[in-house]
């Protein structure tokens, strides 16, 4: 059982995890329409990733025997001015997801919510995960020099970009748990 406040708060985080996927796949089909087939590939696989950050939340507040509300998920950008550009947005929005899951900790505690407290650890150390990514992408375009001009180095890249794998459940029709069992994930 959660509190009303909590439910809410929760419900304010899912759908900030919602605009994150919203948020990479505008990045992924800008991505492409630039010809960064890899980016591409980067940012829709994080689209999978965040979609589950979602369905985690989802979940959770049903087992908890709260009500899940969805409200209107924000339009994301559509279009960037460079290959830095995206990932330097991705990280800003990353530090924004970090202060709005250490805002839901401050209130589980607040709360005495330990349940709250203990599935939200989850969240803490994958955020520590989301904005390394980023920043050790960012230090890569740097050194290749991938501004608004661009160059031969920004290839490599987009190559190694593009080996990235979805490795997430995708499939939430029977729960994160159940799901992750049939795909040899638990
Ligand atoms: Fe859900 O971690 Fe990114 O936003």
Redesign the pocket.
């Known amino acids: 059982m959660i509190g009303k406040k909590m439910e809410k708060a929760l419900n304010g985080h899912l759908n ?2 919602l605009y ?1 996927a919203y948020l990479y796949m505008a990045m992924s089909a800008y991505s492409d329409s630039i010809g960064l087939k890899g980016f591409a590939n980067w940012f829709m696989v ?1 689209y999978h ?2 979609m589950l ?2 369905m985690k939340i989802y979940e959770y507040i049903l087992r908890q025997g709260g009500r899940v509300n969805l409200a209107a998920v924000k339009e994301p950008p559509s279009d960037f001015e460079s290959p830095l550009d995206l990932f330097e947005k991705t990280l800003a ?2 530090k924004f ?1 970090t202060k709005s899951i250490h805002d839901l900790v401050d209130l589980a505690i607040a709360e005495k919510d330990h349940a709250t407290q203990i599935f939200l650890q989850w ?1 803490v150390t ?2 520590i995960e ?1 904005e390394e990514n980023d920043n050790d992408i960012i230090a890569q375009l740097k050194l290749v020099g991938a501004g608004p001009e661009g160059n031969n180095g920004l290839f490599l890249v987009d190559k190694d970009l593009g080996a990235r794998v979805t490795t997430v459940l995708t499939d939430f029709s029977k729960g994160i748990e159940a799901g992750m069992k049939a795909a040899g994930q638990a």
């Open positions: 900030k995890e994150s994080q990733e965040e950050h979602a929005h990353e997801i969240y994958e955020q989301e």
